[in-house]
């Protein structure tokens, strides 16, 4: 019955419940499939190598977070320790515990070692376990007299990342610190030279909160910190190593400050000095008192004046001892400002007019400045702050040395990058020397400036232009110097003969100084280069004796203005007769700034012959037209203004009515300011050497960088290990011939 009453269904009933079965039974089979391999799957995923295997993550402590472990003193050694800890849910198998230091790049001194505690450098540790490591510093046979480093620890940690993605192991570090027994103020000898300027602006600020009348007191107060400062220098120079290298660790650097200033940039308080600055803050030191006492002059606003000018000097000092591009800059920029005030209020007749075009010409310079610094800062690579945080970006001096950039075949517009680099950095430079034809801000600011100013101005902050060159062209593009080096000597030579020629055509006293240094500003170029031992000695040498050298002619000349109320050399005449010791004192600086020999102007010159002659025959001959024409012009003017017979119109200035008609003798302060650096360009002028040990291996430090060894280098410095002077030849001459391959296939 039930066959017959199926048969007799409908057709299009009976296929639609066949479909329908037939729908049940694949779903139910497709289900049954999805199950099965989902079960498969799970258990697979579980045992898949990395995927959800528990993982250690790695964490470093140290007792003070955000700082680097601070190794205390163990009878004559150091030690110290930090904390591994595993956060992770599994085990952390760490693989290697070592000191960042290489007998290629010796980073710490001698003597740094780092292990697990209980021995070792390699451990397991389970989830949520800990283990201490270990640093000390034997100190015997070191000369460092401070450690700044890392210890760096390897493992098999996961990197923090997306949930369930496996990124690769990575290192990490922790930084480490120690001192050596220089007491506060030799562990922070820097700073307090720097700041303690700082000291007369709160002084002058609280003297205008209260109302203080006599503002003769700020006078001495800016003299008194200046001498202390000047002390400071004293001690700086008897405890500074002379013989101390890179070799020895920490970059070659002494007095070190490192600490992390603005960790959201990645900026780092970083000061130190080593051979290359350290004859810049002693003559900072020095100029800075002398100018404290030439300041005496000034009878107008002292409070503001002295505001200013202890501003300036604490951007002076800063500027020689950053090791930080972004804190350069900032002291950079700090010397702006008051300068630029102290033109345009103190200055005279067209101070506003000299002051704007010392502000455009060095705020110009400072935007190329910045451009440069910023490409370096984005292009660092991995490197690490002074606490160990793990960074792409840096703006250390040190760190940012030891970067390839030539071998990244960067580009900017087509062109190779380190080319486009170096040469902003050259221009806003070569403003602050001044180089021709960006000099001529330098005349107007200096005939207008108060005599501090043009003291401060000629004897110290010229020298930051070629300071900065060293410090930072030639340290960071080795392989761009050496492309660039011959248009460098060019320039330095036109600078010589054009300053020289523009010197003999003055008639303004003031002037005919300012053109000169123009001129001897240009042998610190040719010297540099010459890219030789004694090239970079000469610089250093010219710089140091042109600052003692310009601040005394400036001084002398704030003298006779002071006086007479004018410069112009052609109203003068037979002032010997009238104050002789005033004539010797103009005409020993003189014979000093024209090179001759026994005084210490001789010396940067000659140098520079010796250094640049190999390299650049004709430029070093045409050079040395310029000393002859530099003699003519101080020789000319010194018998215009003292020989001859005295002008007797001048009994009757108004200006010489107080003494009677008669040029009154430099006094006792005037004296003052001028001995010292008579004294010092005498005693170099016989005995260079206390300034030449100063800088000798700072010197060859920064030749090994950007030249190699060759039929140039004359001499190595005394007391050298000859093996280890081969390697430190070999290094430099290897990567600048790679270096050179990769800048001449970028275009």
């Known amino acids: 019955m039930s066959n017959l009453s199926f048969v007799n269904m409908p057709r299009g009933f009976a296929l639609a419940s ?150 690769p192991a990575r290192t990490v570090a922790m930084g480490i610190h120690a001192e050596r027994g220089l007491g506060f103020v030799g562990d922070h000898i820097l700073s307090l030279m720097t700041f303690l300027p700082l000291l007369g602006v709160v002084a002058v600020f609280l003297a205008h909160v209260l109302r203080l009348r006599d503002d003769r007191k700020l006078r001495l107060m800016t003299v008194v910190l200046m001498g202390v400062n000047l002390v400071l220098a004293g001690w ?65 606003q002292l409070k503001g004046y002295f505001a200013m000018y202890n501003l300036l000097v604490t951007g002076m000092y800063g500027v020689f001892i950053a090791l930080d591009l972004f804190l350069f800059f900032v002291f950079w920029e700090v010397m702006l400002l008051p300068m630029y005030f102290l033109i345009g209020i103190w200055g005279g007749p067209r101070r506003e007019y000299a002051a704007i075009k010392f502000f455009l010409y060095t705020l110009a310079g400072s935007v190329f400045m910045l451009l440069a610094f910023i490409w370096f800062y984005l292009n660092a690579g991995h490197t690490y702050l002074v606490d160990g945080q793990a960074t792409e970006r840096i703006f250390s001096i040190p760190e940012l040395s030891r970067v390839a950039f030539t071998a990244q075949g960067l580009e900017i517009l087509g062109i190779a990058a380190v080319k486009v680099v170096w040469i902003w950095l050259f221009v806003g430079f070569a403003i602050k020397i001044p180089m021709f034809p960006f000099h001529t801000w330098l005349p107007d600011a200096h005939v207008e400036a108060p005599t501090a100013i043009s003291v401060i101005l000629a004897g110290v902050l010229l020298k930051m232009g070629t300071y ?47 053109y000169s240094s123009v001129s001897h500003m240009g042998f610190t170029l040719l010297a540099l280069g010459a890219m030789t031992p004694q090239g970079i000695q000469a610089c250093l040498v010219q710089m140091f004796n042109h600052g003692l050298i310009t601040a005394m002619l400036f001084t002398l000349v704030g003298v006779i203005y002071d006086r007479a109320h004018t410069r112009d050399i052609d109203k003068f005449g037979g002032l010997a007769s009238e104050m002789p010791l005033y004539t010797a004192l103009v005409g020993f600086a003189f014979m000093a700034s024209l090179g001759l020999p026994g005084l210490s102007g001789f010396w940067g010159e000659a140098m520079t012959f010796i250094g640049a002659f190999p390299r650049y025959r004709a430029l070093t001959i045409l050079a040395a037209i310029g000393v002859i024409v530099t003699a003519a ?106 270096g050179r391959g990769a800048l001449a296939s970028a275009r």
């Open 18 to 167: 066949s479909g329908r079965a037939t729908t049940m039974k694949l779903l139910f089979s497709l289900l049954a499939a999805l199950s099965v391999v989902l079960g498969a799957a799970l258990p697979a995923r579980a045992q898949a190598p990395g995927a959800a295997e528990p993982r250690g993550q790695i964490a470093l402590r140290a007792e003070a977070p955000g700082a680097p472990v601070e190794l205390a003193a163990s009878g004559p050694d150091f030690a110290g320790s930090f904390t591994i800890e595993n956060r992770g849910d599994g085990p952390l198998r760490v693989t290697r515990v070592i000191v960042r230091t290489s007998p290629e790049d010796p980073r710490v001194p001698p003597g740094v070692s780092a292990e697990l505690e209980g021995g070792g450098t390699a451990a397991t540790l389970a989830p949520g376990a800990s283990r201490k490591v270990l640093v000390r510093w034997k100190t015997a046979g070191a000369r460092a007299r401070e450690l700044y480093g890392h210890v760096v620890v390897e493992s098999d940690a996961v990197a923090g990342g997306a949930a369930g993605v496996v990124q």
């Open 236 to 300: 700086l120079y008897a405890q500074f190593d002379r013989g101390f290298t890179a070799a020895d660790g920490n970059d070659g650097y002494q007095f070190i400050e490192h600490g992390v200033w603005i960790r959201s940039l990645n900026v780092e308080y970083f000061v130190g000095v080593d051979g290359v600055s350290i004859s810049m803050v002693l003559l900072t030191a020095l100029i800075s008192f002398v100018g404290a006492l030439a300041s005496y002059s000034v009878q107008d």
């Open 468 to 514: 900065g060159i060293l410090r930072i062209n030639f340290s960071l593009l080795p392989e761009a110097t050496q492309w660039a080096a011959p248009a460098m000597a060019a320039f330095g030579v036109v600078n010589i003969l054009y300053g020289a020629f523009c010197a003999m055509a003055q008639s303004d006293l003031k002037k005919l100084v300012a």
């Open 633 to 738: 012009y101080h020789l000319w003017a010194l018998q215009r203004m003292f020989l001859g017979t005295f002008r007797a119109s001048w009994r009757q200035s108004k200006y010489l009515e107080p003494f009677g008609g008669k040029f009154p003798e430099i006094n006792r302060r005037e004296l003052a300011s001028i001995a010292p650096l008579a004294a010092l360009v005498l005693v170099l002028g016989f005995w260079p050497r206390p300034l030449l040990s100063l800088i000798d291996r700072g010197a060859l430090e920064v030749h090994r960088l950007v030249d190699r060894p060759g039929q140039f280098q004359i001499a190595g410095a005394p007391g050298v290990d000859s093996a280890a002077s081969a390697r430190a030849a070999r290094a430099p001459e290897e990567g600048a011939a790679a």
